[in-house]
């Protein structure tokens, strides 16, 4: 999938997107989950794409409304940026919410607006994906303007694991 946002193009691998459709929020007893969105950018053209992701870890607090991930994805987070020779690095976050249609709660974006004052990254941009039952939402934060504004909303046609 691929998001042109005017002065840069945001793509998000399939397989990310696969992964995070298999953790939805389907039975009343499931609880949010979520992680980091993991990426790369695009030498010369300043695109990004968002080719990894971090999954629920043991330490993540998990309810059936909150979500708040541990430091185990930090640590994974230093390993692939190591690993990848320093290119992949933090683009955001993603996690689930119980809703059809999900929409961001005021505790989803103060927390948002605190990552974009305090993460250490390469980019201005940061993406924030939440997961309902039957779509998903993106927003990005502009870490320069502080602002927030919804750039896709679909459903997940192309992705589903059935």
């Known amino acids: 999938m691929i998001i042109d946002i005017g002065n840069k193009k945001i793509k998000i691998n ?4 696969t992964e ?17 969105l993991i990426g790369s950018i695009i030498k010369y053209s300043y695109d990004i794409v968002i080719e990894d992701l971090t999954t629920p870890m043991e330490g993540d607090f998990c309810s059936r409304t909150r979500y708040i991930r541990s430091e185990n ?4 987070l ?3 940026w ?7 690095m933090y683009f955001g976050e993603w996690h689930t919410h119980h809703q059809d249609n999900p ?11 605190k990552l974009m004052k305090k993460s250490e990254t390469s980019t201005d941009l940061l ?35 059935d």
């Open 14 to 17: 399939k397989d990310v997107l």
């Open 73 to 76: 994805h930090n640590k994974l």
């Open 127 to 161: 993406v924030f994906l939440i997961a309902g039952i039957s779509s998903f939402k993106i927003w990005i934060g502009d870490r320069t303007k502080i602002t927030i504004r919804q750039i896709y909303e679909g459903d997940y046609s192309g992705f589903k694991m």
């Open 78 to 80: 230093e390993k692939k």
């Open 82 to 88: 190591i690993d990848s020779q320093y290119t992949k």
């Open 103 to 113: 929409y961001y709660s005021f505790q989803d974006l103060t927390n948002w607006k």
């Open 20 to 36: 995070i459709y298999k953790r939805r929020q389907l039975n009343i007893e499931d609880c949010e989950v979520g992680g980091m």
